[in-house]
């Protein structure tokens, strides 16, 4: 008795795109494209209603990004397996992706066979990484554990607790522009790009409690 195919749903906003990796799975034995999608909106209502076995997500998307998606699918219980594919190998959308829930992350250079390979592994539950990803996510591992400075601690603790910039600069008596200087050095080292982002980081890794 021959196994049931991976039940496949695509999703980026480049129609060429959609249409090359559609084409590439229905020529593939053991695969069924049973849904696309141009962004991470409609890919969640897709997976609600068809209930695919991975899902292959772009990240930067129009409307609801690909992190976004990836957030709800988890929120929602879905047991979809996400692939992220895109171009995009920076920290800022590594970390959120894997964090949000993805089960792997694939760069959109990477040789079809590679990507039919990961699909299958996705499928089956295993974490699917790029050489180039699986090095980023290293360096993290071997980072210090702590990598902001007491006075960085300071000003993200009071952005934690609903602070502005300037009520943050009162409190620790310097100027607002320093405070922006360091908010730009804490985002840096947390590989994020917004204010939320570098909290919800800090809480994740413990910093506050070692402030």
């Excluded at 960085?152 to 009520?167: D, H, P, Q, W």
Aim: charged letters at 25%.
């Amino acid at each position: 008795m021959s196994e049931l195919p991976i039940r496949l749903i695509v999703v980026d906003d480049h129609p060429i795109v959609r249409d090359g990796l559609c084409g590439m799975f229905t020529g593939e034995p053991g695969f069924e494209v049973v849904g696309v999608a141009g962004d991470g909106a409609r890919a969640v209502s897709l997976a609600e209603e068809l209930r695919p076995d991975v899902i292959l997500m772009d990240l930067r998307m129009p409307g609801t990004d690909g992190v976004t998606a990836i957030r709800r699918l988890a929120e929602r219980g879905s047991t979809a397996r996400i692939l992220v594919l895109t171009t995009y190998d920076t920290d800022s959308d590594v970390l959120p992706a894997i964090e949000a829930g993805a089960t792997g992350y694939l760069l959109k250079d990477a040789m079809p066979e590679e990507l039919v390979r990961a699909v299958r592994a996705a499928a089956r539950g295993e974490a699917v990484l790029s050489p180039s990803v699986a090095t980023r996510l290293l360096s993290q591992v071997r980072a210090p554990s702590d990598p902001l400075s007491a006075r960085e601690l300071e000003v993200l603790a009071l952005i934690a607790r609903g602070s502005t910039n300037r009520e943050a600069a009162s409190r620790l008596f310097i100027s607002e522009a320093t405070v922006k200087s360091h908010l730009l050095h804490i985002y840096a080292k947390l590989g994020v790009n917004d204010r939320a982002a570098a909290v919800a980081v800090a809480f994740e890794r413990g910093l506050f409690n070692r402030s």
